[in-house]
């Protein structure tokens, strides 16, 4: 009877435990929460893997520089499937997230992290390879800017802030 009942203690702690990452892995399929807006981490769980190398996804832009009010096209590629994203463009200065994603593609939406579409972010768990948006800079100078992309792999695997290059501001006094 003894060697039954702790059987039975360890399948309702395996239900709960499998219901609990299911409802973790539902709760973020159809994009990062805002509490990612700063850092860009994935919030899947408290203790959280990752890889420390990164060589399969790569940020680009066809632009060197730009000028206030530009749109600027980015390119995401990659090597290997991943299912979840969050990207911005930041101020190489303060690293203050700026301009606003005016094109996304599909299985994406946009996200106010802290103006009106600032962020881009997956919007399902499609497997997701190559990506294009079109960002637009602010009217008013903001300086040199990079855009950063954190992707999700899976569950346990992510990669934080893969950088493009810099892109210049042009017409800066």
């Not at 009877?1 to 360890?10: C, I, L, W």
């Not at 632009?63 to 499937?81: A, C, I, L």
């Not at 992290?113 to 881009?120: I, L, M, N, S």
């Not at 390879?129 to 899976?154: E, H």
Request: charged share 15%.
């Amino acid at each position: 009877m003894e060697e039954s009942s702790r059987a039975h203690v360890v399948l309702v702690a395996w239900a709960c435990t499998t219901l609990c990452l299911f409802s973790c892995v539902a709760a973020y399929s159809h994009g990062a929460s805002l509490s990612a807006c700063s850092d860009m981490m994935p919030r899947h769980l408290r203790v959280q893997l990752h890889s420390l190398s990164n060589n399969f996804v790569t940020v680009h832009t066809n632009m060197s520089s730009y000028f206030p009010g530009d749109k600027v096209p980015v390119t995401v590629r990659s090597t290997m499937d991943f299912m979840g994203f969050l990207l911005q463009a930041r101020k190489v200065s303060n690293d203050e997230i700026a301009g606003t994603f005016v094109i996304i593609p599909p299985g994406s939406k946009l996200l106010t992290c802290f103006e009106d579409g600032d962020t881009v972010t997956h919007s399902d768990k499609s497997l997701k390879r190559n990506l294009s948006f079109v960002w637009k800079a602010p009217d008013q100078p903001i300086g040199d800017i990079k855009f950063f992309i954190s992707v999700v792999q899976s569950y346990f695997v992510y990669w934080t802030k893969i950088e493009s290059a810099l892109v210049a501001q042009r017409g800066q006094n």
